[in-house]
């Protein structure tokens, strides 16, 4: 571990152990926030997919990676990135694998985290075509889009810093997992809370992201997040329909969905919740889009106007409401 990363987590570790919980209650402080920039945010989706599927110990993967390292380095500075190198038993050997975590205004002890997970899924076990049922996904938005949202707003954080402190963590290794059992999903957020790289690290709330670029997507209330920080959700929802996007963010009932915020807060005990494109059926399950772990999961179903509504809904939190 280097040098400057010591003195980074010894910066982290005093602001977080001597700040008090500021509680999760939010009010408008008349700050200007920044533009959104969603054809940024849609370039970023296309670099991921140009790699190719994001597989770990695949070439796109070791090129995605070392991509998201010097884009974060270049708008929080070389001092405030580190890759969180780590290696998973896989289903045929040993994974090499690593979770990207860039932090800015690093002089705040009130701290955010936002997050998403940047790996694709290394089959299409959902595909209506049986004969590419094992080949990898590119992952466009299921992995591609809260990544970009991300990164969008890692550039603005250069240009315009948070009035807190705000810390971005791409997991790796979430969608690794084979259906009908959670054993070798969420890889990357397991070994994160499991080992933190910030001793006592405990920002105010965490969000995640997944599956927010897809046309017509809709982002009901999740159950988890419900129970896990009720007010956060209650906050974001109210900004977008204060914003004109209740159509995306749809004030309803959600279904539970097993996703790193669930790793996140049973095992770090950090208050998360999940913005994520899906519906709930009569019988209280989640049900996925159609491109969900297909082939289809591509450029063509990603849409600006989805990546603005929710880039314009954490910028208006992050700069405004904190």
């Given at each position: 571990?280097?040098?400057?990363?010591?003195?980074?987590?010894?910066?982290?570790?005093?602001?977080?152990?001597?700040?008090?919980?500021?509680?999760?209650?939010?009010?408008?402080?008349?700050?200007?926030?920044?533009?959104?920039?969603?054809?940024?945010?849609?370039?970023?989706?296309?670099?991921?997919?140009?790699?190719?599927?994001?597989?770990?110990?695949?070439?796109?993967?070791?090129?995605?990676?070392?991509?998201?390292?010097?884009?974060?380095?270049?708008?929080?500075?070389?001092?405030?990135?580190?890759?969180?190198?780590?290696?998973?038993?896989?289903?045929?050997?040993?994974?090499?694998?690593?979770?990207?975590?860039?932090?800015?205004?690093?002089?705040?002890?009130?701290?955010?985290?936002?997050?998403?997970?940047?790996?694709?899924?290394?089959?299409?076990?959902?595909?209506?075509?049986?004969?590419?049922?094992?080949?990898?996904?590119?992952?466009?938005?299921?992995?591609?889009?809260?990544?970009?949202?991300?990164?969008?707003?890692a550039r603005m954080f250069r240009d315009n810093p948070p009035p807190i402190g705000v810390d971005i963590v791409l997991f790796d290794g979430e969608d690794y997992g084979k259906s009908g059992s959670l054993e070798k999903y969420f890889l990357g957020s397991r070994y994160w809370s499991n080992n933190p790289p910030v001793p006592g690290y405990s920002p105010r709330f965490g969000i995640l992201l997944d599956m927010v670029g897809a046309e017509g997507a809709q982002f009901p209330k999740e159950q988890y997040s419900m129970n896990y920080a009720p007010n956060l959700v209650d906050e974001v929802w109210n900004i977008a329909d204060e914003k004109g996007y209740d159509h995306y963010f749809l004030n309803e009932q959600g279904a539970a969905i097993s996703d790193d915020h669930v790793i996140v807060n049973e095992k770090a005990g950090i208050p998360i919740i999940n913005i994520i494109n899906h519906s709930r059926t009569d019988r209280g399950n989640a049900e996925f889009a159609a491109y969900w772990h297909t082939h289809g999961d591509n450029m063509d179903i990603i849409s600006k106007e989805t990546l603005q509504a929710v880039g314009d809904v954490l910028a208006e939190l992050i700069y405004n409401r904190l």
């Open positions: 571990m280097t040098k400057w990363f010591l003195l980074f987590l010894l910066i982290f570790f005093i602001g977080c152990s001597n700040s008090e919980t500021p509680g999760l209650k939010f009010s408008e402080k008349g700050r200007d926030v920044p533009a959104f920039n969603a054809d940024s945010a849609y370039h970023f989706v296309q670099q991921q997919v140009d790699f190719g599927p994001r597989v770990p110990n695949s070439e796109a993967h070791r090129k995605a990676m070392a991509y998201f390292e010097e884009k974060l380095r270049s708008y929080a500075g070389s001092n405030a990135v580190f890759i969180q190198k780590f290696t998973a038993e896989g289903y045929d050997g040993t994974l090499e694998l690593g979770n990207v975590i860039a932090a800015f205004n690093l002089n705040s002890p009130d701290r955010v985290m936002i997050s998403a997970h940047w790996d694709s899924r290394p089959r299409a076990d959902m595909d209506s075509d049986s004969t590419r049922k094992e080949e990898p996904i590119v992952g466009a938005d299921d992995g591609g889009s809260g990544v970009a949202v991300l990164l969008e707003l």
